[in-house]
């Protein structure tokens, strides 16, 4: 027995002093990457499973890193507000995982076919609430932002969840929008899971966003931010005769 006791103590070291999982050469227990050979529904039911539970995580998007919550849970939408530090009148965007859902939680004021020209994308479409809408979600307006990312990983996890995402941009308010998870580190250990999808862009113009259009009323649209995508979401509104308002 006496032999395998420098063993037994080496190995009792080497357990001990293990490290936490490094990403980008950082160590966090709570990073998850999304390129370590899991399948893309092993890592959204996981991510699902956390907002399910009222934690707020941070998630790759086409454009930026984003922070999410359940839009239906209060107190997880009051916490994404403590998390980033924003003023409760600036509204949060809600992310659906199909056109089809765009219906469940805005009133549509244009054709399917210009929604599905324009989703899913870089583009946050505005509209009028629908009741079925969680009332302490940006309570000071009667409009919502709906968002479908172009990413196959978010639309997965939204699917998974059931009904739709708060999300907004993973900084703290008036900082620069992240395009990879180490500008935001400050905020990992207020957030359940950080899901690392690499690199989102190189550019400063990669870090715009979505741009953001207001259809909520008939025949006109007002453009909102101007984003990534502005071009051709004018081009497309244009070709729908929609015209421009200030």
């Known amino acids: 027995m006496r032999q395998f006791r ?12 293990a490290p936490a999982p490094a990403v980008n050469g950082i160590c966090a227990s709570n990073v998850i990457n999304l390129n370590d050979g899991q399948s893309i529904d092993t890592h959204a039911n996981r991510a699902a499973t956390a907002l399910k539970s009222g934690h707020v995580i941070s998630v790759p998007t086409d454009t930026i890193y984003g922070v999410a919550a359940l839009a239906q849970n ?24 199909e056109v089809d859902d765009v219906y469940l939680w805005g009133e549509v004021t244009v054709p399917h076919s210009l929604l599905t020209s324009l989703l899913p994308g870089p583009v946050t479409v505005v509209f009028k609430r629908t009741p079925q809408l969680n009332s302490s979600l940006n309570p000071g307006t009667e409009l919502v932002g709906i968002r479908i990312p172009d990413h196959k ?22 900082q620069e929008s992240p395009l990879n998870i180490s500008e935001f580190q400050e905020l990992w250990d207020q957030l359940h899971l950080v899901f690392d999808g690499g690199c989102l862009g190189k550019s400063s113009a990669c870090r715009e966003g979505s741009t953001v259009v207001d259809l909520s009323q008939p025949g006109v649209y007002k453009l909102i931010r101007r984003g990534s995508a502005y071009e051709q979401t004018v081009n497309i509104l244009e070709k729908y005769d929609l015209c421009m308002v200030d």
Do not use: H
Request: aromatic share 6%; proline share 5%.
């Open 6 to 17: 420098p063993v037994l103590k080496t190995l009792r070291l080497m357990n001990s002093s």
């Open 74 to 97: 209060k107190a997880a939408i009051e916490n994404i507000y403590e998390i980033k530090k924003r003023s409760t009148s600036k509204p949060l965007a809600i992310c659906v995982s």
């Open 153 to 174: 990983f978010i639309r997965t996890v939204v699917r998974y969840c059931g009904t739709p995402i708060a999300l907004t941009s993973a900084n703290i308010t008036s």
